[in-house]
């Protein structure tokens, strides 16, 4: 794994944001896995600006998110289409025909999830997928569980995350309880993974699962056994790592 520490948030952003263009401009054709949260916001900012300046073309690349929540509609102020459309790809010149997420209103979410699964082997994987942690080591939303879930799938999120996920909500009763995400061998067979970090917040559970053992309680910790992975954080959530 390469580390790569950055002073704060802003210096993270513009460090990640590099990477991103980098593997645009060296092959514009693609396909970049995504994520959302808090965390990625100043990486699409700095990525919007290098579009402007013409610095970075989207226009041939394939967008496929990580995740999204059920039961909320693509315009649903929350949802992470929404959430995509506002913070990047609406200032960009991706084509709107190639940004996916699953569906997370899907009457039948397993065919979702297979159709899904099978978009990304149609489309030769993913050449970049960029990752965020939760606070309980969720990638994507793959909680804390017994095994690891392989493919696309449908998860219940857990108390922990309804919670931290409830500052974008107008309450946490209006959080949803399921939401559908890529799989651990989605994630790990992506050629290149960009796991960032910020703040002091997501200290612990990022030293947890870059140092200590591999498992499926902290689903992050599966990213010690991949090939390529660069980790970009700011000091605060890299202040436990000598
Ligand atoms: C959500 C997303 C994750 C993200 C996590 C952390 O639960 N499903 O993909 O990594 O939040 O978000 P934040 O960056 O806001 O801390």
New binding site residues.
Partial sequence: MQIIKTTDHQQMSRYAANIISAQVIMKPTCVLGL?????PMGIYKQLIEWYRKNDVDFSLVTSVN??EYCDLSGDHEQSYRYYMNENFFRHINIAPENTFLPAGDAADYEKECSDYDALIQRLGGLDLQL????HDG????NEPADEYVPGTHRVRLLDE?IEA?SRFFSGVDKVPKYALTMGIRDIMQAKKIVLVASGEEKAEILHKALTGPVSPRIPASVLQLHPNVILVADEMAMQHFA
């Fill in positions: 994520a959302t949260g808090a965390t990580l995740d990752l965020g942690i939760g969720h990638i994507g939303f995350t996920n």
